[in-house]
């Protein structure tokens, strides 16, 4: 892992914050200075950049938002956000095959860097860019996604109960 030189505005780097590694296809959450938590994940198929339309990841520093799903079951699918009522299944994505799977949590994200991350045409917020789950059958380690970052359900599940709402969050490309 490499530390990132310094915190949102250039503030000290916070004691607690997630650490993505576009490079390693990895996520990490460094508490107080150790690593609590470790996982691959995939990010987006595109690479990364900031720009609305991209299907991108954003680098740089960011805030949990929101955190959403709390007492949703695995696999439970969500549009826009909100849980549809259906649980994933390979049979339900026989059915919708062109679907971009959010499962399980998501962890809304919001830049902190106004001009790269953050307002106008670059806002990782208004791009509805989420950590989340996605079904198990995904490989991690493989940028796949439309942006965001997928986890397996397990792991974001485990994530989820131990971050809370305005956890920073370091993207590195």
């Known amino acids: 892992m490499k530390t990132p ?12 914050y997630l650490f993505i590694s576009v490079v390693k296809q990895n996520l990490q959450y460094i508490k107080a ?23 991108c990841t954003p680098r740089g520093w960011h805030k949990i938002r929101a955190r959403i799903g709390a007492d949703c079951p695995t696999d439970t699918v969500f549009v826009g ?3 549809t009522g259906e649980l994933w299944s390979e049979q339900l994505q026989a059915q919708y095959p062109g679907r971009d799977w959010i499962l399980t949590r998501i ?10 991350n953050r307002l106008g045409e670059r806002d990782t917020m208004r791009r509805y860019i989420y950590i989340h789950g996605c079904p198990d059958s995904n490989p991690m380690g493989i940028p796949s996604s439309h942006g ?20 920073a969050v370091y993207i590195e490309g």
């Open 81 to 83: 956000r909100r849980p």
């Open 148 to 167: 965001c970052i997928k986890m397996r359900n397990a792991d974001i599940i485990k994530l989820f109960e131990q971050v809370a709402t305005g956890l």
């Open 33 to 55: 200075g150790n690593i609590v938590f470790d996982t691959r994940v995939a990010t987006a198929k595109n690479g990364v950049g900031e720009r609305f339309g991209s299907e």
């Open 5 to 16: 030189l310094n915190g949102p505005d250039g503030a000290p780097v916070p004691e607690s």
């Open 107 to 116: 962890l809304w994200l919001s830049g902190l860097e106004p001009g790269f």
